[in-house]
């Protein structure tokens, strides 16, 4: 089973419409994400959060909204859909606390949703 | 701001060859950088990743560098293999990633 999920995994919606993307994670990971890919742009950070109650603002995050509503779920809101909002929407899950032995930080990604405004 | 380039933007190599994919971004005060690999229609798989302490990692035919000095740093794939065509992302920072546009990669049989 995949360690991060996203649904849905396409979605056709209308400019206006709200939207909720949502992403659960079973890898006990603290912090999760929200990125949107675009052709030529790359991969934008729109939210994070650290735990349940820190949610910070990224680089893209007009638009959107989220909520943590367990460690373990992570939702993006799109509250009036517009065209431009069409991309490819990522979730990503990393851990705070340094193994024994390896790295940290790494951040692990969903399959990702593809999603159009028409 | 980071930046973060990725050059060249595609590259097609027969298979069996050695191959160097390059990674340069502008601020080098960054904690790690990750190599990511995304096929088509997936999501992204974490390849390696260097803590800012470290010059390299290493995963089978894969070997990446890193040097913070110059803001710079390499994907090396040995033996390439029709099955490593994909995109290649380098992302750099800490708890919040700066990714660059990635380099198509197509190994012909």
């Known amino acids: 089973d995949a360690d991060v999920t996203q649904t849905p995994r396409n979605r056709i919606t209308k400019t206006g419409k709200r939207i909720m993307l949502e992403c659960s994670q079973t890898k006990g990971h603290d912090r999760m994400y929200w990125y949107r890919q675009d052709p030529g742009l790359g991969l934008r950070l729109i939210y994070y959060s650290f735990d349940v109650k820190d949610i910070n603002k990224g680089e893209i995050s007009d638009g959107y909204s989220v909520s943590r509503q367990a460690q373990a779920k992570f939702s993006l809101s799109l509250e009036s859909a517009i065209p431009n909002q069409t991309a490819l929407y990522f979730c990503?899950?990393?851990?705070?606390?340094?193994?024994?032995?390896?790295?940290?930080?790494?951040?692990?990604f969903g399959p990702g949703t593809r999603l159009t405004v028409l | 701001k980071q930046e973060v380039t990725q050059i060249p933007a595609a590259l097609s190599v027969p298979e069996g060859e050695n191959l160097v994919l390059n990674c340069s971004f502008t601020d080098s005060a960054i904690y790690n950088l990750q190599w990511f690999r995304q096929d088509p229609g997936k999501g992204l798989t974490s390849l390696l990743l260097?803590?800012?302490?470290?010059r390299e990692q290493t995963s089978g035919r894969l070997n990446a560098s890193l040097d913070k000095s110059s803001g710079r740093s390499t994907l090396y794939i040995a033996a390439s293999q029709p099955g490593d065509s994909a995109t290649y992302l380098c992302a750099v920072g800490g708890s919040r990633l700066t990714f660059g546009e990635g380099t198509q990669l197509t190994v012909n049989p």
């Open positions: 260097i803590q800012s302490s470290q």
């Open positions: 990503a899950t990393s851990d705070s606390s340094p193994p024994l032995a390896g790295v940290y930080n790494e951040q692990f």
